[in-house]
């Protein structure tokens, strides 16, 4: 099957910093990705996603990149808070597949 | 809103026994799923259900089985449990049949066989 990868298993930032969290994918025809949130003991939170005809989406301190050319994915969370540890998980779906392929995850770790 | 509700939280199985693992939604969700998450690795698909009535293979669907047993339940059994499929499971649903919405999880399942 098709691999979703992470270049950084673990991160740690500085409380206030931005972080940047980083996706590779290897499905061309991954059209539809999506940045989710797990915290300890917890299933997996929606955090923003980004289909395939944009290169950039914001939300609420959070932005994804998409570059298509390099399939590659990246997650800027702006001012990073304690309560923003966790380990974040990239998915992608192609349209014509029928599921979404997760990555490994990053473990992020904010320092206070 | 109580969202994706999985029971039980934790089960210790014998090499052999069987159990169901539940699963409810209530968001009115058409498609659901169930996957496993072993350390260090991304969550897997085990099988899903694009809506009421239909199930189909995921990613890793050797030793289970599924039901959608109605458009807000979806369980998922294992026959004859073995040590492998210690895991935490997690059942997730989303509102699009054709998957590519976003997905909301419930609080997983750690199951353990010995």
């Known amino acids: 099957g098709e691999s979703v990868g992470l270049h950084l298993p673990t991160l740690s930032v500085q409380e206030g910093d931005n972080s940047i969290i980083n996706c590779a994918y290897s499905n061309s025809a991954s059209d539809y990705f999506i940045w989710y949130k797990q915290e300890s003991g917890k299933g997996p939170q929606f955090i923003i996603d980004i289909r395939s005809n944009m290169d950039k989406r914001q939300g609420q301190r959070v932005t994804v990149l998409l570059n298509k050319t390099v399939k590659h994915l990246s997650l800027q969370i702006a001012a990073t808070q304690p309560g923003d540890s966790a380990v974040y998980f990239c998915a992608e779906n192609a349209n014509t597949g029928n599921q979404f392929y997760f990555g490994t995850g990053t473990s992020l770790t904010v320092i206070p | 809103n109580a969202g994706v509700t999985q029971t039980p939280k934790f089960q210790v199985l014998k090499t052999g026994q069987s159990m169901t693992l539940q699963c409810a939604q209530d968001?009115?969700?058409?498609?659901m799923y169930w996957y496993r998450q072993d350390p260090g690795m991304g969550l897997r698909l085990i099988y899903y259900s694009a809506s009421e009535g239909t199930t189909d293979k995921g990613e890793v669907p050797n030793g289970y089985n599924v039901s959608r047993l109605n458009k807000r339940e979806f369980s998922l059994r294992l026959e004859s449990a073995a040590p492998s499929q210690t895991s935490v499971y997690f059942c997730a649903s989303s509102q699009s049949r054709t998957l590519n919405t976003e997905a909301f999880f419930g609080q997983g399942t750690r199951l353990t066989v010995v």
């Open positions: 968001m009115n969700h058409n498609s």
